[in-house]
């Protein structure tokens, strides 16, 4: 079965850079949620959209956005990146309708 | 606000042993409920939830949780662990009166380790 598909895997990048990672959902699905994963940590919302507008915002910083696509895909922008991005970020899926996030596998940013 | 506890850090079993992951919730209004699983450098999967219906829900792998809600609790439970459960597992809740995306809450997660 199809999964959410997360690009790149693995990214560096220097502080003041900027990054794009990319999420494409499960077929059918309307809702993407991000979330960020510091080293040890529990997942951190950061944002969700539901059929391409923002539905709810968490601990997102001012120096990223996203979006969601016609397409259904969503994209994490992040500038002025500093060391304390360094994190797994995680796409994740869902149908409203059953409540359950379905995970793709992680993009990890290092920042150098 | 909802949130989520998970009291123990880690849970060490033998296998062939009954586990148990404990979990206590707090929403304003009726919970949904998730438990996820999470290998190492992997993404998080997908293991049961509980929206309404009986206490005792069954998942993925032999895991089942039991909803408790005088206690506002979501135990995961596995009658034999298998050394291959080793892994994190985290509990989750959204609140029911959720509108289409908003966010699922994560507990600090609870690592569990089989011994052979």
């Known amino acids: 079965a199809a999964g959410v598909i997360q690009s790149p895997r693995h990214l560096i990048k220097e502080k003041r850079e900027t990054a794009t990672l990319k999420c494409y959902p499960i077929?059918?699905?309307?809702?993407v949620y991000w979330y960020q994963q510091g080293p040890g940590q529990d997942p951190q919302f950061l944002i969700s959209?539901?059929?391409?507008?923002?539905?709810d915002k968490g601990s997102i910083p001012d120096r990223f956005s996203a979006q969601q696509f016609s397409d259904y895909h969503s994209e994490l922008n992040m500038s002025s990146l500093e060391l304390g991005d360094s994190a797994l970020y995680f796409c994740?899926?869902?149908?409203?309708?059953?409540?359950?996030?379905?995970f793709g596998e992680g993009s990890r940013l290092t920042v150098l | 606000a909802q949130s989520v506890a998970q009291p123990e850090d880690q849970v060490n079993v033998a296998e062939g042993n009954p586990l148990t992951v404990k979990c206590t919730y707090s929403?304003?209004?009726?919970?949904?409920l998730f438990w996820y699983v999470q290998y190492p450098n992997r993404g998080l999967q997908f293991l049961l939830k509980y929206i309404t219906g009986d206490n005792l829900v069954k998942g993925s792998y032999g895991f089942e949780a039991e909803f408790n809600k005088s206690q506002t609790s979501f135990h995961l439970k596995k009658p034999s662990a298998l050394v291959s459960d080793s892994a994190l597992y985290f509990c989750?809740?959204?609140?029911?009166?959720?509108?289409?995306?908003?966010?699922?809450?994560f507990g600090s997660g609870t690592r569990l380790s089989i011994r052979p």
């Open positions: 989750a809740v959204r609140d029911s009166g959720y509108s289409s995306a908003s966010k699922i809450i």
């Open positions: 959209f539901y059929e391409k507008m923002q539905s």
């Open positions: 077929p059918r699905h309307d809702t």
């Open positions: 929403v304003s209004g009726n919970p949904y």
């Open positions: 994740a899926s869902s149908l409203p309708t059953t409540g359950e996030l379905f």
